[in-house]
């Protein structure tokens, strides 16, 4: 069965410093991989996708993620964080043939340190 | 601003109860999807429906059905509810039936006493 593991439940870093969250996932085929972040109170927005092609992928918000099948990861980096980046990141993958369930990891929380 | 609806954004109701969960998509989009976010289960996805038709099942119980109208919205029906039941339901939306970008509503607060 397909899993998205994100290992870090919370991580905090200083405004300005770079950022890299993990994802794992498990899934035998080609993945369909995705990241969306949830402010409080607020629901899922898209930050960027990867379906095939290039492995580096951009998205909105200064976002970049990096698709490693080697490694069976899909991380999600941005070179210098700002404070209203402090939400909840999920990470998830898409089952192939079976619609377009997604499969969600348990969230990364980010704090960010004025 | 998705352009996802859900109402109501908060529910309170008592075990047993029954509740219905109402979601709009997005202009264009066929394929509607429902996830249940709780603190101890994460977020689960619970069903798919694909211009009126279920197309995808998740570990939705069977006290929960829902459907999709002709007109695209769809509903999120949870019966006999228990304490258990109190999470966050999200409704998505995407254009197609199989592994698009999905677009989430702003969510309904459900919680059970």
């Known amino acids: 069965a397909q899993s998205v593991t994100q290992p870090d439940i919370h991580i905090t870093v200083s405004e300005g410093a770079s950022l890299e969250l993990r994802c794992n996932y498990s899934?035998?085929?080609?993945?369909?991989l995705f990241w969306y972040v949830q402010s409080p109170g607020q629901g899922l927005q898209l930050l960027l996708k990867y379906f095939s092609g290039d492995t580096l992928v951009q998205g909105i918000k200064g976002f970049e993620a990096e698709f490693k099948r080697s490694q069976s990861s899909f991380n999600l980096r941005k070179p210098s964080v700002h404070w209203s980046d402090a939400a909840e990141y999920f990470c998830?993958?898409?089952?192939?043939?079976?619609?377009?369930?997604?499969?969600f990891g348990q969230g990364t929380e980010l704090s960010v340190k004025p | 601003d998705s352009g996802v609806t859900q109402t109501p954004k908060h529910l309170i109701t008592a075990t047993g109860q029954r509740v219905t969960l109402r979601c709009s998509p997005r202009?264009?989009?066929?394929?509607v999807y429902w996830y249940q976010q709780s603190l101890d289960q994460g977020l689960q996805f619970l069903i798919q429906?694909?211009?009126?038709?279920?197309?995808a099942k998740g570990n939705i119980l069977e006290r929960f059905s829902a459907q999709q109208f002709p007109d695209l919205h769809s509903e999120l029906n949870l019966s006999s509810l228990e304490l258990g039941d109190s999470a966050l339901y999200f409704c998505a939306s995407s254009r197609g039936g199989e592994l698009y970008e999905q677009y989430f509503g702003p969510g309904t607060r459900l919680t059970v006493t």
């Open positions: 429906y694909y211009n009126g038709e279920e197309r």
């Open positions: 998830a993958v898409g089952e192939g043939n079976q619609g377009g369930k997604l499969i």
């Open positions: 202009s264009g989009d066929l394929s």
């Open positions: 899934y035998g085929a080609t993945p369909y």
